[in-house]
Structure formats: structure tokens, C-alpha cells
């Protein structure tokens, strides 16, 4: 028993201190007043019943005020047992038993039928070791260990091993627990508000003997309640009274507050042990309760475990039997040291003496062992005393499990209800009554409630094995989930190697030479000035809409008027002439509705796919990309293409003045409102980057003074094989199945039309290996572009709770847990990180390119950026700012999001082209 000796009195004349009240003076009533003490009426069970319950209710909606006497601590076990688990495993108990712990091999067969025996074996704990450094425990915890498999050699399998850690602790998964306080004797520094998961890791790191890899952590309540056996049903509750008590029980998980679940069942545990509301405890308390916790080791905690658990029970008995004897009503008012010092009676004493045929005798034998000579009356009212004791135990016990019962009907919403419950512990075990006294106290209290009681398996062993194998499944699951996704990591040196590569490509590309970067100038040479004005139309192409703008440039005001149109995929994989027949159809329909038609306005044409410029109004298309394949279009001037359109639409006259890329767009776009804008950046259905090079790098257009937005088609980096270190076999599963394999290797890691597509087949990958899904292979992730880019957008939203993430995946058609959500929603993290990261390596190659042009220390330039997936993704932009603040650390960048998309980039071209033209003709 814990040694507290506060202020110079000695713990029995403390304890004797509190119980010095006003004595009657008749013995038999003064034994009357003692044992009536421990009478608890059924009302003031009722009263600790709603009081507990009302407790649990608010620690699960996590309202703190008042702070709920209660923990109701969730413990990741999300399910009863299914009883297919199987394999070998280690299992280790701490606390459950008092100073002892225990180590199992337990066996599962996956089958009811076939049961293996485990093989066990106890170890006790020196009491300077429960109440020495927390260290000290878990090496003598991990010395057990392996003293057991010294004894109990299992050849070299894996060692799986299962902790069931018998104290209240905050558990953040499977094998991740805080402790946050000891309870029941144990005291050890070093460990209340540490793991010990990874504490007993550390331990069996520095013994080093066997490698026994810790995949579960389980309250004993829980270990006791997967335990039981199936044949009465899944028990749904355990409940232990040991030298402590606790339960545990399956509560609905989405009145778990803590945890983000609106589906399915989560166990958790009660941490009842803790219940002290005053206004239902403090009716039932008595003297001898009072003096229990005030020399307890920790005085005011656990109060209701201090009624009922083994631990205590002997000391209450004990202090009533001091105190009838100091007040000569037993043993003749002869006391005895033994008598008079804690802990001096066991819960095996109490439980022999109270043994309806062998009492008597053992209340003599143990009053004898404590220096007294118990006259004849004494033995009837020394079992009184146990009698009133565990009595009362069983009855709060009782108070406390239908106040659970009451829970499970509320958050099932059943009026009645069908239960069993699996105990464990000691008392459970040894004590003759206590079961049914319980038993017959909790028909009284909740009579509409079945309740069947299973014991234990092992203790609880088998139950925390069960636990273990589920963890062990989730972990391997975990580790292959990690194993796949490892390539997306990409370190830094990775990405210096993508800039440094991206590097070489632009100037090999800018001098003409073979390079997978085409760097095609663009005939823009400056950005505006503001000075442009007039009316112009506009037509943007190439990205997720179609749009015709009509933008009026007025002094320091651009009036954009716009109308989206579709492109079917029809005619986007059709012939050139009826795409571009299609083009001047919305352009007609636009003047119509604008009221512009038979206006002839000068034109600036956005066209997002790679473009031989020969000037501001000839580009000839290099290749189709982003799932465009009109036939007859490539190597042709698609200005000419729209020209012939125009042409062969009666009565429609159009000024095709410029034709520019969506990245050149979005370079003037926001250069109008930003002189530093040098750069433009797309990251959309495709990808791509503009920026202004100095023309004396541009091998392919004459002068060596000025600049030229040079198109860099980066979407196309990496054709070379340049990337090949970088690419998984999910981005050649993409690559082989899109319509230009081969092509565009950058902008398929990057870009919108691609990333859901690397997600899908991750996840047909995960789900084949049985990671995911329950390795159940829907129809519906075998479907091309079901898992769209935006999903990720949306499971990656921080407000996004794992339960919304579930509902886009079942809208899916998938059925999936909520392991499997956070599975996916890991999924999308890796492959839009690696996106982004690619990204910003390319920026920062940009950037720093042009910071050396002009031989600068420091460059400050900003960069005008479109694109769905840069736009709507929660992360994206800011990993993109983050890589180029790592690459290019000598270059301030600013991302500017253009807000009228490159349209009006295309229409202050055409501005700028038409001013010049006027200059020219002056
Ligand atoms: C809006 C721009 C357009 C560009 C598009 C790219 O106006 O020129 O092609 O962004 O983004 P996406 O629509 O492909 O997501
Ligand atoms: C602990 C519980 C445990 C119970 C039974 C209590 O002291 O706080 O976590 O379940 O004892 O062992
Ligand atoms: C095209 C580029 C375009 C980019 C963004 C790529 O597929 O090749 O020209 O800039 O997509 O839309």
C-alpha cells in the first residue's frame, strides 16, 4: 500500500485522526452505524447512474465545463471482433493485476473451432520498481519479455506484440497512447504525459535481445471485451474489476467528438475509476473512504475506483476493523501493529473470510496473522464487515455498468436492449458474490435491458491479440501505403536536380539544339505599358473552357464582357475544320448576343497548345496536347485556320491581329497592373511557363537588345527521358493510356487532366494488394477519369472533416472505412506535393535564369498564374511558393492570380500590336 506521511503524524494515527467523529457509545450500535454506511440505497444508485451517464454524455461532446468527471477516452478499435483474425502474437500486460506483469504467445486460428492454449507467464514487479523511474519499468518489462521467449522460443518468426496498458491514457492511434496519470500504486517518474508505446520500444531497443516490433497498444477493458467468446455475439462491453476498475463499451462514432466520424462504431474507453461528482458520490462515502484516499498515493483521484477496486477493498476492511477495535467493540479493543498498518489486509484475505462455508475459519487465520486474538462474536462481525464492503463494491459497480447500458440504449436509440458484456479481473474471479451481486443490482436498475455476462479469455490475452492483428494488418497495410507513395516524396536534392535539368533544356532549346524544352519566341517583346486602348475580341482556347471575350481597354480600365462555350470532345478529337468551324460559330453567336456582329474588331487569339510563331499572327500548331486531336491542324498557321473559318462563314469579318499562348496571356494579364510580371504560369488542364528572355539568347530571332516572351511548352520536359528517375509506374500507367504516350511527361505529373488519373491507378494499385477497400475491385475504379482532379482539391481541403471525404468517395460508388478515406486522402497529399514541387522547381529554373541574365544579386519578379488546379487546390500554390523560396533563394516572387484569365492577355497584344502597327504606319 502507497507510504504518504505528510505533517509528522503516522499514517494509521492520520487515518484514525479522520475517523475521530462522535462514537456511540453501544458497541452493536456503533457496528450498526459503521455497516450502515456501506448500505447504498437503490436511490442513491440511481442518482450515480444518471450522474455518471450524464458525465460520459458531455466528455463525448467534449464540454469542459464543468469539467465531466469522466474521460470516455476513444481508443481506436473501430470494431468487434470478426474472429477471422489470425497469427501468432506476443502479448504484454501491465497494470491490470497490481505489481505484476504478464507475458502471452497467444495463437489465432481465424477459426472458432480451433483453439491454441496460450502460453503465459507472470512476473512481479519490485515495488521500487512501480514506484521508481519509468525506465526502470519498461526495462524490467522488456527483461520479462525476453525471458519469456528465452523460455518459450517461437523459432524466428516476426514478433508481433500487443500492449494492453492498464491505465487511463490518450490514445492518438493503435500504437500511439499518453499516459495520463498512474492509478492503482503505480507511481514511476518520467511517464504521465509521455507515450508508452514508444517508451517500451525504447526499452526493448536498449535490451536488444529480440526484435519485437510493438504494433498495439489496448486498454485492459478493451482486451477483455474482444476477448469474449463469440458464440453469445460480439460482447459490446467489457468490464473489469481488478485491483482497479474500468469499462469499456461500443459507442456510435459519431457522438465521439474527438474523433471525425460520422459512421460506424468506436470503442471507448469509460475511465470510470475517475467518477467523483461530489452531488451522487458524496451520499455514499464514508469515513473510511475519506481516510482510504487521503493515504492513498494519489489522494482525491480515482475516488470511485477507490469503492470498488481489489486494490482497496482489503484496506476499507482493514480500516474498519481498526477503527471497531480502537473503539473496543472487537478483539476485545485490542489492536495489533499489522492491524493498524495499510494494506496489511488483501483482497484474497477479504474474499477468504467472506467464503460462505470456509469464512469463519480463515477470518480466525487471518486475524491471527495480523497479531489479534479474535474472540468467538468477532468472526460473524469481521464478515459483516467484508459483506458490507464488497457489497457495496458490486452494487456501485453495478450503478456505474447501467449507467453504460442506459448509454448504448440513448445512442442506439432502443428503448430496449440486448447485451453482453465480457469481465475480467480478479474480484470477478475470486470473489464468491460480487457477480451476482452486480448481476441481480443491474436487472433492478435497468430491468429493459438483456445483459449477458461472458467471462474473459485468458484475461483479456486473446482479446489484445485479436487487437494486435488488426493493428498488425493496418500496419502492414500503413507500411505498403508508404512503400508506394515513397517515390512521390521528392527530397530537395531531387528537385535541384529537376531545376538544374530544366536549366540545360531551356538554353539547349534557346539555341536551337535538341532539347525537350521548345522555348518558341512569341513575337511579344514587351509587356504593357498601359497606354493601349480600344475594343477588342478575344477568343481563349485550350483549357478547361472555351471562352469570346469582348475587352475594352480604356485609360487605366479594362472592361471584360465574356460567354464560356463548351467544345465537345467530338469535335475536339475531331477534324480541324469543324473545330474551327465551331470557333466561329461561338464567335458569331457572341457578336449576336453582344450586339456586335458585323463588326469587324481586332482579334487576339489565346490557342494553349504548343506553336511555331513566325510572328504575332502566324503560329503553326508543333502537336496537339491536353486531349485536343483535330485532325489536319498540326504543322498548319492556325490563324490561317481560323482565317478559312471566318472565310467560309457568309457575312463575318474578323481582324485576326495576334495569336498567343494562355502562359503569354497571363504574363500580360497581369503585367498590366504589374510591371515586375516577367513570367507567366499555367497550371490547369495543362501546364506551361512564358516568360521574357533577353533576345540575345534567342538563337532563332535576330537582335541582341531587348526581350522576347519566350513560350517554354515545359509540359513537354522530360520527353527526352530526362524525368525517368522521377517516373512511377502510375505515370507510365497514364502516360501509356492518354492519346499522345510519350508526350507531355512533365505536364502528366503536373497537370489537372492527369493527376485524378495517378490517384485512380494508386488506388487500383492499393485496393489489388488489399491495402484498401478490402482489396474489393469496383467497376468504378476501373473506370478512365472517374476519380476527377478536382476530388483531390476537395479531399485535400483542411475543412473537409474524413467523413465528407468519405461521402465524395462513396458518391463514387466505392464503400470504404474510414482507414480507407485517410488512406485516400494520403493519396492525393503525395501525388499534388509531387505536382507542386515539380512546379515550383520549374519556376525557380525561370527565375533564377533570368536573375543571371542580368547578372543580378537579387531579383524581385512576379509571375501571373491561371489554372484551375493552381486556383482551387487548397495546397498547391502555397508548396509551389515554398519550392521556388528553397531553389531560387535569391529571387522574391510574387504569384499573381489573374482574375480575367488570359483573354485579356490576348486582347492587350493585340492592343499593343495595333498601336505599334499605327506607329509604324504613321
Ligand atoms: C484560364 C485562362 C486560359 C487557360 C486556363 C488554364 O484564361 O487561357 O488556358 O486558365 O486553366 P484550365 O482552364 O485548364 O484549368
Ligand atoms: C485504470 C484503467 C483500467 C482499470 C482496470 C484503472 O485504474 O485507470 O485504465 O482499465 O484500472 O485495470
Ligand atoms: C500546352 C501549352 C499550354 C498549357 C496550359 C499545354 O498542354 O502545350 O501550350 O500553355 O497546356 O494550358
Not at 213 to 233: F, I, K, S, W
Not at 742 to 752: A, L, V, Y
Not at 884 to 892: D, I, Q
Amino acid at each position: 500500500m502507497d507510504t504518504i506521511a505528510p505533517s509528522g503524524l503516522q499514517p494509521e494515527e492520520r487515518a484514525s485522526s479522520c475517523l475521530q467523529e462522535d462514537v456511540p457509545s453501544d458497541s452493536s450500535e456503533l457496528v450498526q452505524k459503521c455497516l450502515q454506511q456501506f448500505k447504498v440505497t437503490r436511490k442513491q444508485l440511481q442518482q450515480i447512474q444518471v450522474s455518471l451517464l450524464r458525465s460520459m454524455e458531455q466528455a463525448l461532446m467534449e464540454q469542459n465545463n464543468p469539467a465531466p468527471a469522466v474521460r470516455m477516452l476513444p481508443t481506436y478499435v473501430g470494431s468487434t471482433p470478426h474472429g477471422t483474425e489470425q497469427g501468432d502474437f506476443l502479448v504484454l500486460e501491465l497494470g491490470a493485476t497490481g505489481a505484476s506483469l504478464r507475458v502471452l504467445w497467444v495463437t489465432l486460428t481465424g477459426t472458432e473451432e480451433h483453439r491454441v492454449e496460450p502460453r503465459s507467464q507472470e512476473f512481479v514487479i519490485p515495488q521500487e520498481v512501480v514506484l521508481g523511474s519509468g525506465q526502470q519499468l519498461f526495462d524490467f518489462a522488456a527483461c520479462c519479455l525476453s525471458e519469456f521467449l528465452d523460455a518459450h522460443p517461437v523459432g524466428n518468426q516476426d514478433l508481433k506484440l500487443g500492449f494492453s496498458f492498464s491505465f487511463p491514457c490518450h490514445q492518438t492511434g493503435l500504437d500511439k497512447s499518453t499516459l495520463i496519470s498512474w492509478t492503482k500504486g503505480f507511481k514511476c517518474s518520467g511517464v504521465e504525459g509521455h507515450d508508452v508505446v514508444q517508451l517500451l520500444r525504447d526499452a526493448i531497443q536498449r535490451q536488444g535481445t529480440y526484435n519485437i516490433d510493438v504494433v498495439a497498444v489496448v486498454n485492459d477493458t478493451v482486451g477483455t471485451m474482444m476477448g469474449c467468446e463469440l458464440g453469445a455475439g460480439p460482447c459490446e462491453v467489457g468490464l473489469i474489476v481488478d485491483t482497479g476498475t474500468n469499462a469499456c463499451y461500443m459507442e456510435e462514432a459519431r457522438h465521439v467528438a474527438a474523433l471525425d466520424e460520422d459512421r460506424g462504431r468506436t470503442c471507448v474507453s469509460i475511465e470510470w475509476g475517475s467518477f467523483n461528482d461530489d452531488g451522487a458520490l458524496g451520499p455514499v462515502m464514508t469515513i473510511f473512504d475519506h481516510a482510504l484516499d487521503y493515504e492513498s498515493l494519489n489522494p482525491g483521484a480515482q475516488r470511485f475506483e477507490k469503492m470498488i477496486g481489489g486494490l482497496y477493498l482489503g484496506e476499507l476492511v482493514r480500516l474498519v476493523l481498526a477503527h471497531l477495535a480502537q473503539h473496543g467493540v472487537l478483539f476485545g479493543g485490542c489492536t495489533s501493529p499489522a492491524l493498524l498498518s495499510r494494506g496489511s489486509i488483501l483482497l484474497e484475505h477479504v474474499v477468504e473470510m467472506e467464503d460462505p462455508f470456509t469464512g469463519a475459519a480463515h477470518v480466525h487465520a487471518v486475524l491471527q496473522d495480523l497479531d489479534l486474538s479474535p474472540q468467538a462474536s468477532d468472526a460473524e462481525l469481521v464478515q459483516h464487515v467484508c459483506a458490507a464492503v464488497c457489497t457495496r463494491a458490486a452494487q456501485l459497480c453495478a450503478a456505474a455498468l447501467a449507467a453504460v447500458l442506459s448509454r448504448l440504449q440513448h445512442s442506439r436509440e432502443q428503448q430496449t436492449l440486448q447485451v453482453a458484456v465480457a469481465t475480467g479481473g480478479q474480484v470477478f474471479e475470486v470473489h464468491p458474490r460480487f457477480r451476482s451481486i452486480l448481476k441481480e443490482m443491474v436487472m433492478l436498475l435497468v430491468p429493459e435491458c438483456d445483459v449477458s455476462f461472458i467471462p474473459a479469455v485468458d484475461g483479456g490475452g486473446q482479446g489484445v491479440a485479436m487487437v494486435t492483428a488488426v493493428a498488425a494488418r493496418l500496419a502492414a497495410h500503413r507500411h505498403l501505403l508508404e512503400e508506394t507513395l515513397a517515390p512521390f516524396q521528392l527530397n530537395c536534392q531531387q528537385l535541384i536536380v529537376v531545376q538544374a535539368q530544366m536549366r540545360e533544356a531551356m538554353i539547349r532549346g534557346l539555341q536551337g539544339e535538341a532539347s525537350s524544352l521548345r522555348m518558341l519566341p512569341t513575337y511579344v517583346r514587351a509587356t504593357p505599358d498601359g497606354s493601349e486602348r480600344g475594343d477588342f475580341l478575344a477568343l481563349d482556347l485550350g483549357g478547361t473552357n472555351f471562352r469570346v471575350l469582348l475587352v475594352r481597354v480604356a485609360k487605366g480600365s479594362v472592361q471584360i464582357t465574356n460567354q464560356v462555350y463548351s467544345i465537345p470532345e467530338c469535335v475536339a478529337q475531331g477534324s480541324g475544320q469543324e473545330l474551327f468551324d465551331h470557333i466561329v460559330d461561338c464567335i458569331v453567336d457572341f457578336q449576336q448576343r453582344q450586339g456586335l456582329s458585323g463588326q469587324s474588331l481586332p482579334l487576339g487569339f489565346t490557342f494553349s497548345f504548343p506553336c511555331k510563331q513566325l510572328g504575332l499572327d502566324q503560329g503553326i500548331l508543333l502537336n496537339w496536347t491536353k486531349g485536343f486531336n483535330a485532325s489536319g491542324c498540326e504543322g498548319q498557321d492556325v490563324v490561317c485556320l481560323l482565317r478559312e473559318a471566318i472565310g467560309r462563314r457568309q457575312a463575318v469579318e474578323l481582324n485576326v491581329v495576334a495569336i498567343v499562348n494562355d502562359t503569354v496571356g497571363t504574363m500580360m494579364s497581369c503585367g498590366y497592373d504589374d510591371p515586375h510580371c516577367e513570367m507567366g504560369l499555367i497550371v490547369g488542364t495543362g501546364t506551361n511557363a512564358c516568360y521574357m528572355e533577353e533576345l540575345r539568347n534567342v538563337a532563332s530571332v535576330a537582335g541582341d537588345s531587348g526581350y522576347m516572351c519566350i513560350n517554354m511548352e515545359w509540359g513537354a520536359f522530360g520527353d527526352d527521358g530526362s524525368l525517368s528517375m522521377l517516373s512511377t509506374c502510375f505515370d507510365a500507367s497514364v502516360d501509356q493510356a492518354s492519346i499522345n504516350p510519350g508526350k507531355q511527361r512533365f505536364e502528366k505529373m503536373i497537370s489537372g487532366m492527369y493527376l485524378g488519373e495517378i490517384v485512380r491507378h494508386i488506388l487500383l494499385h492499393l485496393t489489388s494488394l488489399g491495402v484498401l477497400f478490402q482489396g474489393q475491385q469496383t467497376q468504378c475504379l476501373q473506370t478512365r477519369d472517374i476519380f476527377k482532379t478536382k476530388f483531390l482539391s476537395e479531399i485535400e481541403s483542411d475543412s473537409l472533416a474524413l467523413r465528407q471525404v468519405r461521402a465524395i468517395l462513396e458518391d463514387l460508388g466505392l464503400t470504404l472505412t474510414s482507414d480507407d478515406a485517410l488512406m485516400v486522402l494520403e493519396v492525393c497529399q503525395a501525388v499534388s506535393r509531387r505536382a507542386a514541387q515539380l512546379c515550383g522547381a520549374g519556376v525557380a529554373a525561370v527565375v533564377e535564369k533570368i536573375r543571371e541574365n542580368r547578372g543580378l544579386e537579387e531579383l524581385t519578379v512576379s509571375v501571373g498564374v491561371d489554372g484551375t488546379l493552381y486556383k482551387l487546390h487548397p495546397h498547391f500554390s502555397s508548396l509551389v511558393s515554398a519550392t521556388v523560396r528553397k531553389l531560387a533563394p535569391h529571387c522574391t516572387v510574387t504569384f499573381l492570380q489573374s482574375e480575367d484569365g488570359s483573354g485579356k492577355g490576348a486582347a492587350l497584344v493585340t492592343a499593343v500590336a495595333c498601336r505599334l502597327a499605327q506607329t509604324t504606319r504613321v
